[in-house]
């Protein structure tokens, strides 16, 4: 026979299933790994690429940067939890982008200077019809693993977007910007 719980305990025990799926949304981000964190599907020259290529999409300015914010630990994790057609897309980008960086300036995107970098980005995002089209879904995949990864880590959640967590509203007012309140419920 069990012990009796009170409403605290209950309500505990009801929520944490509910909950434990919300939390992994909110910052799946890598899993502790045992000694140290190593990657899992990128090695090292494309995971030198991918930190590199992710701090050029969201430097560092008074806020961390990708690199700070481990997003390349978050692309690796994501890749090498994904199906695996996508992870060779993704790894086919890398060389693509290796390879056009190799044919402008005679080296790989991580060994060039940051503006060349920045160039060689301005021209994939501002003349994608000039690219290859599968370098140019690569870069938007990569845009999109950045931000995500960003904004579901620590640094991106709460230096950036100032999420505290542990918080709920007693009340909720809803938008209080007059150029959002032009319709009317009742109507």
């Known amino acids: 026979m069990s012990e009796p719980i009170d409403r605290r305990q209950a309500l505990q025990r009801l929520a944490a299933p509910a909950v434990v799926p919300l939390l992994s949304h909110f910052h799946p981000s890598v899993p502790r790994q045992e000694g140290g964190w190593k990657p ?18 969201l430097p560092e300015t008074d806020t961390p940067g990708a690199r700070r914010a481990l997003v390349h630990q978050y692309i690796d994790w994501v890749l090498a939890e994904g199906e695996a057609a996508g992870r060779e897309r ?34 994939v995002s501002e003349s994608p019809t000039s690219e290859e089209p599968s370098g140019v879904s690569f870069f938007r995949e990569m845009k999109r693993l950045t931000v ?13 977007l ?14 209080t910007h007059p150029e959002h309140r032009s319709w009317n419920v009742e109507e």
Do not use: N
Request: hydrophobic share 35%; aromatic share 12%.
């Open 90 to 123: 993704f790894r086919e980008g890398l060389t693509w982008l290796d390879r056009s960086c190799r044919a402008r300036f005679g080296k790989p995107f991580a060994g060039l200077e940051a503006s060349q970098q920045d160039e060689l980005l301005r021209l």
């Open 162 to 175: 100032g999420f505290e967590g542990r918080t709920f509203l007693a009340e909720f007012k809803g938008c």
């Open 40 to 57: 899992r599907f990128l090695h090292e020259p494309e995971l030198e690429t991918v930190t590199e290529l992710a701090e050029r999409i």
């Open 148 to 160: 995500d990864g960003y904004y579901r880590s620590e640094a991106g959640m709460t230096q950036e």
